[in-house]
């Protein structure tokens, strides 16, 4: 079911401030920079080594990484696990008895389709289904 990690989403309070540390710092090459609007957030993914990492920015304070900013500060956001077949993944999950935040997938970032799987069937880790669309 699950192929790779995907990547890490790391929420931050602003990407240029924290950007140096990643590029010039450790080293991890900048891949691209987008604003993804239906989520609230601007991400820039960077590439290091064998994964990538997903920094995310909250477009305003409506944003869902806005309120986790708020109530946890910047930090490990959740864990992407890339799949393919998204749609019929998350139906057998349901299956299996977990619940989810998007019982659908919804475009994200690179024009992925994304779900996130609630933490509360996790052990309080927020996984978010990916499927690059190739």
Do not use: W
Not at 27 to 51: H, P, R, S
Not at 93 to 115: F, N, Q, Y
């Amino acid at each position: 079911m699950i192929q790779k990690i995907d990547h890490i989403g790391i929420a931050v309070h602003s990407i240029n401030d924290v950007l140096p540390l990643y590029t010039e710092v450790f080293g991890m090459k900048l891949e691209a920079i987008e604003t993804v609007e239906n989520q609230g957030v601007k991400v820039a993914f960077l590439f290091a080594g064998n994964i990538r990492l997903e920094l995310l920015e909250a477009l305003s304070e409506e944003s869902p990484i806005a309120g986790y900013l708020a109530k946890r500060g910047e930090g490990i956001h959740h864990i992407a696990l890339g799949v393919e077949g998204i749609e019929s993944r998350i139906e057998e999950l349901k299956e299996k008895g977990i619940t989810m935040i998007d019982d659908t997938s919804r475009l994200g970032a690179h024009e992925a389709k994304v779900a996130f799987i609630h933490p509360k069937s996790t052990a309080r880790v927020l996984f978010e289904l990916c499927e690059q669309q190739n």
